[in-house]
T-cell receptor, first 117, second 113 residues
Framework: DVKVTQSSRYLVKRTGEKVFLECVQDMDHENMFWYRQDPGLGLRLIYF???????EKGDIPEGYSVSREKKERFSLILESASTNQTSMYLCASSLYTGYQLGTDTQYFGPGTRLTVL | DQQVKQNSPSLSVQEGRISILNCDYT??????FLWYKKYPAEGPTFLIS?????DKNEDGRFTVFLNKSAKHLSLHIVPSQPGDSAVYFC????????????FGQGTELSVKP
């Protein structure tokens, strides 16, 4: 079974703090993703990475950065946390080979509920 | 512009009856569709998928139907059980987009005993 773990389930930070959210997957997947989930808005893609040291912006990258130094680890960084970044953050990974249908299936971690005060 | 839409935010069904969750999309280049189930305070779990070359895929109590001409897919759960109560997200991907999934807003299903 694919296992995706996230460093914290719940986190409370103050406005202006730098926040690190870490994600680790154990299935040697090529691709990793960071989403945030807000009521009525579904899952919105922040950043994704298809290889070590590679990253691409998703739909809502403003205020966030990412780091992928090792294949199994993908970090989301909030440079200066703001109250509108209070949300559920979800990490996912997928095999994605680009030519084999079905490898797009993403497997999610348990999520981090971040509250910024 | 929302490419994947779930127009019903919530659905309530009696235990033992059929639950039908709907999803519409606008991008005709989508070739793979998925349903995820999410309990509160947990990450989404993959439920079932379908490729655009099929119109139906079944897995136990779960069946997904795809109508490409209408750009519509649906998830049928028969029979519904109280443990099925969760938020259901549909998602779609386009083959050459790096494995990105586009998610709908979600439908909260409540199955009453």
């Amino acid at each position: 079974d694919v296992k995706v773990t996230q460093s914290s389930r719940y986190l409370v930070k103050r406005t202006g703090e730098k926040v690190f959210l870490e994600c680790v997957q154990d299935m040697d997947h090529e691709n990793m993703f960071w989403y945030r989930q807000d009521p009525g808005l579904g899952l919105r893609l922040i950043y994704f990475s298809y290889d070590v040291k590679m990253k691409e912006k998703g739909d809502i990258p403003e205020g966030y950065s990412v780091s992928r130094e090792k294949k199994e680890r993908f970090s989301l960084i909030l440079e200066s946390a703001s109250t509108n970044q209070t949300s559920m953050y979800l990490c996912a990974s997928s095999l994605y080979t680009g030519y084999q249908l079905g490898t797009d299936t993403q497997y999610f971690g348990p999520g981090t509920r971040l509250t910024v005060l | 512009d929302q490419q994947v839409k779930q127009n019903s935010p919530s659905l309530s069904v009696q235990e033992g009856r059929i639950s039908i969750l709907n999803c519409d999309y606008t991008n005709s280049m989508f070739d793979y569709f998925l349903w995820y189930k999410k309990y509160p305070a947990e990450g989404p779990t993959f439920l079932i998928s379908i490729s655009s070359i099929k119109d139906k895929n079944e897995d136990g109590r779960f069946t997904v139907f795809l109508n490409k001409s209408a750009k519509h897919l649906s998830l049928h759960i028969v029979p519904s059980q109280p443990g099925d109560s969760a938020v259901y997200f549909c998602a779609a991907s386009e083959g050459n987009q790096g494995g990105k999934l586009i998610f709908g807003q979600g439908t909260e299903l409540s199955v009453k005993p």
